[in-house]
């Protein structure tokens, strides 16, 4: 296992108020073989104590990986930010769930192409129709649970989508997690998405070179995009 998610792992001890000593307990190593690991000394980590040391911190193996906490409400207000957004002319405010999911994806990475850290912190893995986290769907469904948005299947031609919108109950909710950058950032990637079809920014994001290079199923590294041309980040 590579160390990049080294540097990680004292913030993840520290925000959780753990101390050395109790780490290298919970994993099964002394003190001195954890002060090692947290240093940077014991260059890799293998698999058993990666694992344990997610457990521990109650996070995925993805997220020590990476060294990034997934920030499932922060994701939820992206979605509603979106849904906000012009980015469906054509279907009076409602995008397709697929289209969502990449607009989603594309704000995520451009954000790290700049600044070398995510919007939400999210996991995207590499999937037939394009790159998504294993969650999307779970907060769509919390997201329709909770009243905030809605999900219509509709039939075009011979193809069955789901448009998905926001309710009209949940319009005055403000959004708190997302700063002006960001937020400008999303509207540039939404005004020049909004006249695209789906397949058009599917053929996109299956065109970059995050997707082209992964395997499938696997979590797609952020830092692949900093590879990328500027004109094809979104």
């Given at each position: 296992m590579t160390n990049k998610y080294i540097e990680q792992i004292k913030e993840f001890r520290i925000k959780r108020g753990l101390s050395q000593e109790q780490v290298a307990q919970a994993i099964g190593v002394s003190r001195p073989t954890y002060t090692a690991i947290e240093s940077g000394k014991k260059q890799e980590l293998d698999l058993g104590e990666a694992v344990k040391l997610s457990n521990f911190f109650g996070i995925s193996l993805g997220e020590l990986v990476s060294g990034t906490i997934e920030n499932i409400e922060k994701y939820?207000?992206?979605?509603?930010?979106?849904?906000?957004?012009?980015?469906?002319?054509?279907?009076?405010?409602?995008v397709t769930k697929t289209k969502l999911a990449k607009l989603l994806y594309l704000a995520d990475f451009a954000w790290f192409y700049d600044h070398l850290e995510s919007m939400s912190g999210m996991q995207y893995k590499r999937f037939q129709y394009g790159p998504v986290p294993d969650t999307f769907f779970r907060v769509l469904d919390e997201l329709v649970s909770d009243g905030k948005i809605e999900i219509q299947p509709v039939t075009e031609g011979e193809k069955n989508i789901l448009l998905i919108s926001e309710s009209e109950s949940n319009k005055n909710e403000k959004i708190t997690t997302i700063s002006a950058d960001e937020k400008m950032l999303m509207e540039k990637i939404a005004e020049k998405w909004k006249d695209k079809n789906t397949q058009e920014i599917v053929n996109f994001t299956h065109n970059q070179l995050p997707y082209t290079i992964c395997r499938d199923n696997e979590v797609i590294p952020y830092e692949l995009i900093t590879q990328e041309d500027a004109d094809k980040v979104y």
């Open positions: 939820k207000q992206m979605i509603l930010s979106y849904l906000r957004m012009n980015i469906s002319s054509t279907r009076g405010g409602k």
